[in-house]
Every structure is written in structure tokens, then in C-alpha cells.
């Protein structure tokens, strides 16, 4: 099993590292476009980026999760979106991703934020505490596979989204 050097925010170094994680992540990836290193750089890009952790192992770059500001129903603020996280397919198994996930719930829960939201594999994310509240919904996405984790307060029936600062 592989040992984590360290959980730490993303520096510029780490770019190129990064997007190979994400490329090599979902090469295979049934469910994606593998677009996911297009998406980091985009958000990156465009200032959305909240937050953007990577893991080392024996300082090398093997897994990357990030999250950026999202929006639930009326309410813009508080609210953050997890995704993508890669890990490569050498280290994967080895319990990388899930201590990117703690990290970055970690992160959120210091900053006060209302909640998490996204689009994925819920036997996966179960396990952190998401659920499918009823009522909550993602245009083109099965609803089984839009989970969220409140931090502070209920959840109302809403329709998800993305939000980009200015």
C-alpha cells in the first residue's frame, strides 16, 4: 500500500503533474469524455478553482482533487462542487483518493461552507456521508449520481449548477 508523503495545495509546479494525473486517471474511465485535465485548467483559468489539493507520494504528484464554487436552487454562496479527483492508476486502491476527499471536506468545513455537491459513484462517496436528497437535480445527470453533504443546515429541493466569479 502506498504511503502519502503529504496532502498540500496545488502550487504552479504542479500544473503539468496535475494534468497528467487527470489524463492517466480517466484514460479508461467508462463515464468520461476524459476532459477532466480540460476542466481543472478551465477553472483554473477563469479564478473558480476554490480549492485544489494534490497528493504526493515520495514527492511525486499521484492524485489531485478539486472544488470549485457551485450554487443549490437560489443560494450562490456557501456552496462548493467537488470534481474532478484522479488518481493514477498505479496508486489507485490505496486509499489516495479518499484522503484527498477528507482533506478537501476538511478545508470546507473550516471555511463555513454550507455544503458540498456532485456528480459520481455513490457506493464511493457514501462512505464521507453523501446522499441523494430527494428533489435535488442536475440537467443530464441521473439523479442517483447527484450526492451532496450538507455542513450546516437541511437541504431544500433544488437544481444544481456551477457559478464563475467576476
Not at 442536475?138 to 447527484?146: A, I, L, Q, S
Request: hydrophobic letters at 40%; one cysteine or more.
Amino acid at each position: 500500500m502506498a504511503r502519502i508523503a503529504s496532502i498540500r495545495t496545488e502550487s504552479p509546479a504542479d500544473y503539468e503533474p496535475i494534468r497528467h494525473v487527470n489524463v492517466e486517471a480517466f484514460s479508461d474511465h467508462p463515464y468520461s469524455r476524459q476532459t477532466e485535465h480540460l476542466i481543472v485548467e478551465t477553472l483554473r483559468e477563469d479564478d473558480a478553482l476554490e480549492i485544489s489539493l494534490v497528493a504526493e507520494v515520495d514527492g511525486q504528484v499521484v492524485g489531485h482533487i478539486a472544488f470549485s464554487a457551485a450554487h443549490m436552487g437560489d443560494t450562490e454562496e456557501g456552496w462548493f462542487l467537488l470534481g474532478p479527483i484522479g488518481v493514477l492508476p498505479a496508486f489507485q486502491g490505496a486509499g489516495i483518493g479518499s484522503a484527498l476527499v477528507e482533506a478537501g471536506l476538511e478545508e470546507l468545513r473550516s471555511r463555513g461552507a454550507e455544503g458540498c455537491v456532485l456528480v459520481g459513484d455513490p457506493a464511493f462517496y457514501q462512505r464521507f456521508g453523501f446522499t441523494h436528497p430527494e428533489g435535488v437535480t442536475c440537467e443530464g445527470v441521473p439523479d442517483e449520481n447527484v450526492l451532496c453533504l450538507a455542513l450546516r443546515g437541511p437541504f431544500l429541493p433544488v437544481r444544481c449548477g456551477t457559478t464563475r466569479r467576476s
